[in-house]
């Protein structure tokens, strides 16, 4: 980080030297160091393009070319566009509360309204950066999903939200990269409805590795040879929730401490930075046995539980999931979990606390592709500001071609 100076002087009065009356010189410095900060600062940018002209008045007036920008003809640069996105989908600060702290802090007066329409402008400049990473995702072999509500306003006259939804697809990491644990990318897809049509559509060709929860719009999607990979967080959860409504049941803490023998491994191998043919092998080693252990039990456990207790209820829906939830052992890139997935819908979770809904329909998949591009960057560990300032001036005269080499992934790597 910078470094500010700032030199202390002693007092002149001592100064002299109790002695013999000298001055005395400077020695060296007694250095401590504190983290400061600068609040924002705003000011007006007055931008002169040059004119020329030959005396002759012939030869006509040449003038500066015009530097391309988010918002065309906006009074606001593209660094005040950019804060407000990243403020209201990163910071989740809802735009009636931006304008407040402009108009408090700096004493400028910016209606909501026009910050809504520059955030809108984004994101229709990203939704051909979406679509490129839609592309690149599903060029993949290993896609996890979930998928989460947002409301929507309807403007239909009977004041009521429509619940719609955020159906989420990511890579939990980016084996180009050549790091098992890098981070991957992020799809945010916007649908009014939670059927099977989304994820159908989205996954017709996709021929890889799908892993989700036990939701049944996740059946009979994608190409033909898709595996389907369940998640063992979710099923531990189940002996979990039983557990909590009867702590003295050992059988379920000894389910639950069973699978975290599994994610122990894991952790191990993580911690240990193995790449998936080191981490296959130690799963080979230790997982393998665990879970033939573990099918035993929950065999003989299906026998003895009343079907509809809640135990019971773990067990069933453990063992439905069964080939699924074994897929990790022949797979190396499978993971045990789908935690992942799960973690990156925490900024859609806290941003409905603050924003509460989307203002209408047509909104929906511009947000989706601002919060795809605003996750994506935080899982690579990229800048988002210093990315959406690199590539949004000019995108609304970008080729398709060109947006291709513009996702996150690509620019990082460009970057490289």
Known sequence: ???????????????????????????????????????????????????????????????????????EKSLASDRVVVDAVVAKYLDHLPLYRQSAMLLRDAGVEIHRSTLCGWVMRVGDLLLPIAEAMKRELLAGDYIQADETPLAVQMHDGRGKNHQAYLWQYSAPFDRRAGEVYSGGMVLFDFQMGRGREAPKKMLRDFAGILQTDGYAAYDKVGAAGMLRAACWAHARRKFVEALKLNPKDAEAARMVARMDELFDIDREAREAGMRLEARHALRQERAAPLVAVLREELLRLQKSVLPKSALGGAIHYTLSLWPRLNLFLAHPVVELSNNLAENSMRGVALGRKNWIHLGSANAGPKVAAILSVAETCRRQGLPVREYLLAILPGMADRKRSETAHLTPSRWKQSRA
């Open 1 to 71: 980080m910078p470094r500010v100076e700032e030199v202390v002087p002693v007092p002149a009065a001592e100064c002299l030297c109790g002695a013999c009356g000298k001055t005395m010189p400077v020695i060296g410095y007694e250095e401590s160091e504190q983290l400061d900060v600068k609040p924002a600062e705003y000011f007006v940018r007055v931008t002169k393009r040059e004119k020329r002209a030959c005396a002759c008045a012939k030869g006509g007036v040449k003038t500066a070319p015009v530097a391309p920008s988010i918002v």
